[in-house]
């Protein structure tokens, strides 16, 4: 009998999530971590000659069963959870980090990855061999590889607990988001859109209250909310509500974070390294902790004088309109939108008639066909793991050559973490011997469809949709012979530059007209439209700068001070951020900031900004030649796209742009020069 995950006889061996049930994952993990065990007891047995196929190609395929069976509990533990999935992860988690840690803490292991490198010139090896044994090498070394028995022990103790307390973190963020609801009055709704108010009362029905209206955490309620309602009160409770989830509630994440900083830490210097961002930068783009620190100086000097001016216009605003004297944090996206409105002669509420979703998604689709020859076909004989879940087959539209398959999961729910994110159930290269293509997923939290309307997208929905898409793009033109070189598979702050060039797309007129249609009359979105919407798009650019400014800051304050011994984690942030706090402080950003705590953007936060300098720079010269260029699309296809991690992503970029990048690019298309 097929399994319906490793030998899946489905079109390109897709997962049969017919058969794939939440109480059976326990079992189907514990056999192939048995297998994976066995695989790895024969990877570390003596040998009398050193190969490539028994010591790298073996290491590569040690436990691919497992791989494959985790790549869909982790994916459940974010889209779709429930308590088998909660308990097999958080059983899980250490003995993963434990049998990981076998494999790279092993003497024999590392001795044979080490007389590979040490005498590579004697190996016959093409140029994704040698990045992949230099790549492996380093992560042995930084893995406690060169470490006494007395000290791997210890590390291999920090990972184990590590892997304990980061589903934990998450798991408390899940829970206390899903938690809170309000419940409102129709009045408290009233200059909501309308799929927003009806969304309130589908919401409140979901909990078994009918004839009643509640306002989320979840951000499609949540936004809305703080944009448009008059009820200030309310918008002081949700605001609260929101900065406040898993601090000092019973989801509390203070000491989950204390003692994951505390671990890192210790982690670090146990390797030899002076604190966890030393550890993390030596295999980033940006390489030192300096260079990270001198990036965001260099990003605050330029943003916080402008930030500051934002921010004053929008208080000076709404004392001249509602004589608010005491303006809160709670105020600044409701007078920001009115301002927005009122300085562009623009509501961003009248594009939502523009962005249904079915249309914003073939809109991507189309620029994937236009830039890189891509075609998204559904494929509805294949089973997805939920109804709102829809998988199309990507093939070249003038080969017919198969890419792979890529699912879409829009729209919230009680077992979907909140946020978007990509991510794969198979990534693209060798399994079992054979290359195969990638199975791709990007997973959001949209505004759902109501009885009366379809899925209307806001502009910052549409911008996600593509910015996510990017991803996918990255993941499913990789063409690596290894997996764990392959997609998305690079240094983290290289990863954001394919997603993020996406988001340039959406403001450009020839884009939108592709896809920005009414969706009861089907006419393209107006030209003042699009005029008013670029004009308004560097509103408040400034103050964005700066708050992702204080998110990288702390990020990178948290991981490089290792004296951190804070009683009230809701002061030490206030005190971190002082010079660049825009507003009074509430609640915490940490406990709940799963990109550091629950991610994998431990030290790496500034990645994002990092990466805005490469996907501003990459735009202009799309801009120079043409946004759909197809010299320009083929030269970021093949040195970004599909490369993965195969060279150095420096090396990349200039072959894609004859140079490297220039930090000028980001601040002239934020005018801030």
Request: proline fraction near 2%; charge should be negative.
């Given at each position: 009998m097929s399994h319906p995950v490793y030998d899946s006889k489905l079109f390109d061996g897709a997962l049969d999530f017919t058969k794939i049930k939440s109480e059976d994952l326990a079992r189907d993990v514990e056999l192939a971590f048995e297998r994976a065990l066995k695989d790895r007891d024969q990877l570390i047995l003596p040998t009398q000659?050193?190969?490539?196929?028994?010591?790298?190609?073996?290491?590569?395929?040690?436990?691919?069963?497992?791989?494959?069976?985790?790549?869909?509990?982790?994916?459940?533990?974010?889209?779709?959870?429930?308590?088998?999935?909660?308990?097999?992860?958080?059983?899980?988690?250490?003995?993963?980090?434990?049998?990981?840690?076998?494999?790279?803490?092993?003497p024999n292991i590392f001795m044979r990855v080490r007389h590979l490198y040490e005498h590579q010139a004697d190996f016959d090896l093409d140029p994704e061999q040698r990045v992949l044994l230099k790549k492996t090498f380093e992560s042995f070394v930084r893995n406690g590889a060169l470490l006494d028995e007395e000290k791997k022990h210890q590390l291999a103790?920090?990972?184990?607990?590590?892997?304990?307390?980061?589903?934990?973190?998450?798991?408390?963020l899940l829970q206390a988001t899903k938690s809170f609801y309000m419940l409102v009055e129709p009045k408290d709704l009233e200059g909501l859109p309308e799929s927003s108010q009806e969304q309130a009362k589908l919401d409140a029905e979901a909990k078994g209250l009918k004839n009643q209206w509640i306002i989320t955490l979840d951000m499609p309620s949540f936004l809305p909310f703080m944009q448009y309602s008059k009820n200030r009160s309310l918008r002081e409770k949700l605001y609260k509500a929101n900065v406040s989830k898993t601090y000092q509630d019973e989801y509390d994440n203070q000491e989950n974070i204390r003692q994951m900083v505390k671990l890192r830490d210790e982690k670090a210097k146990l390797l030899g390294f002076k604190n966890y961002a030393s550890l993390v930068l030596q295999n980033r783009m940006a390489e030192t902790e300096e260079r990270v620190f001198n990036f965001l100086v260099q990003l605050k000097n330029a943003a916080l004088p402008a930030a500051q001016s934002e921010v004053q216009e929008v208080i000076d605003y709404a004392r001249a309109k509602d004589n608010i004297l005491d303006f809160k944090p709670w105020d600044f996206a409701y007078y920001s939108e009115s301002l927005k409105q009122a300085k562009y002669d623009f509501d961003s509420e009248l594009l939502r008639p523009y962005f249904k979703l079915e249309n914003v998604l073939q809109g991507a689709f189309d620029h994937a066909l236009k830039l890189y020859g891509l075609s998204f076909k559904i494929k509805p004989e294949l089973p997805t793991y939920h109804p709102d879940v829809t998988v199309y087959e990507v093939i070249e539209e003038q080969t017919g050559a198969y890419?792979?398959?890529?699912?879409?999961?829009?729209?919230?729910?009680?077992?979907?973490?909140?946020?978007?994110?990509?991510?794969?159930?198979?990534?693209?290269?060798?399994?079992?011997?054979?290359?195969?293509?990638?199975?791709?997923?990007?997973?959001?939290?949209?505004?759902?469809p109501t009885p009366t309307k379809p899925s209307l997208l806001n502009f910052m929905e549409v911008q996600t949709l593509f910015h996510e898409f990017g991803h996918s793009l990255h993941g499913l033109l990789s063409k690596c012979k290894y997996r764990s070189l392959s997609g998305t598979n690079v240094l983290w702050d290289f990863v954001e530059l394919p997603s993020q060039i996406m988001e340039n797309w959406t403001l450009e007129k020839e884009s939108l007209n592709l896809f920005a249609k009414h969706y009861l009359t089907g006419k393209l979105i107006p030209e003042d439209y699009i005029q008013k919407l670029?004009?308004?798009?560097?509103?408040?650019?400034?103050?964005?700068?700066?708050?992702?400014?204080?998110?990288?800051?702390?990020?990178?304050?948290?991981?490089?001070?290792?004296?951190?011994?804070?009683?009230?984690?809701?002061?030490?942030?206030?005190?971190?951020?002082?010079?660049?706090?825009?507003?009074?402080?509430?609640?915490?950003?940490?406990?709940?900031?799963?990109?550091?705590?629950?991610?994998?953007?431990?030290?790496?936060?500034?990645?994002?900004?990092?990466?805005?300098?490469?996907?501003?720079?990459?735009?202009?010269?799309?801009?120079?030649?043409?946004?759909?260029?197809?010299?320009?699309?083929?030269?970021?296809?093949?040195?970004?796209?599909?490369?993965?991690?195969?060279?150095?992503?420096?090396?990349?970029?200039?072959?894609?742009?004859?140079?490297?990048?220039?930090?000028?690019?980001?601040?002239?298309?934020?005018?801030?020069?």
């Open positions: 000659t050193i190969t490539w196929s028994n010591t790298m190609d073996a290491m590569e395929n040690c436990g691919e069963r497992l791989e494959q069976i985790m790549a869909v509990v982790y994916n459940f533990f974010s889209a779709m959870t429930d308590d088998h999935v909660q308990n097999l992860v958080e059983e899980y988690s250490a003995k993963m980090a434990e049998f990981s840690n076998s494999i790279t803490l092993n103790k920090i990972d184990s607990q590590l892997s304990e307390i980061s589903p934990q973190f998450s798991k408390n890419v792979g398959l890529f699912y879409a999961d829009f729209f919230p729910r009680d077992s979907k973490r909140g946020g978007a994110w990509m991510t794969s159930f198979r990534e693209q290269g060798e399994w079992f011997g054979a290359e195969r293509r990638p199975h791709i997923s990007i997973v959001c939290n949209f505004t759902k670029q004009r308004s798009e560097n509103f408040l650019k400034a103050y964005g700068s700066i708050r992702q400014y204080n998110f990288a800051y702390l990020d990178m304050i948290w991981h490089t001070r290792p004296d951190i011994n804070f009683k009230d984690i809701h002061d030490y942030e206030k005190q971190v951020l002082k010079d660049t706090l825009m507003f009074e402080h509430f609640g915490s950003s940490s406990c709940s900031f799963s990109h550091i705590f629950a991610g994998g953007y431990a030290a790496g936060y500034y990645s994002y900004k990092w990466a805005e300098v490469l996907d501003a720079d990459a735009f202009e010269f799309f801009k120079e030649k043409g946004i759909f260029n197809k010299d320009v699309a083929l030269a970021f296809k093949t040195f970004i796209l599909s490369k993965g991690a195969t060279e150095h992503p420096m090396e990349l970029y200039k072959k894609f742009r004859g140079r490297e990048p220039d930090i000028n690019a980001l601040l002239r298309r934020d005018q801030l020069i």
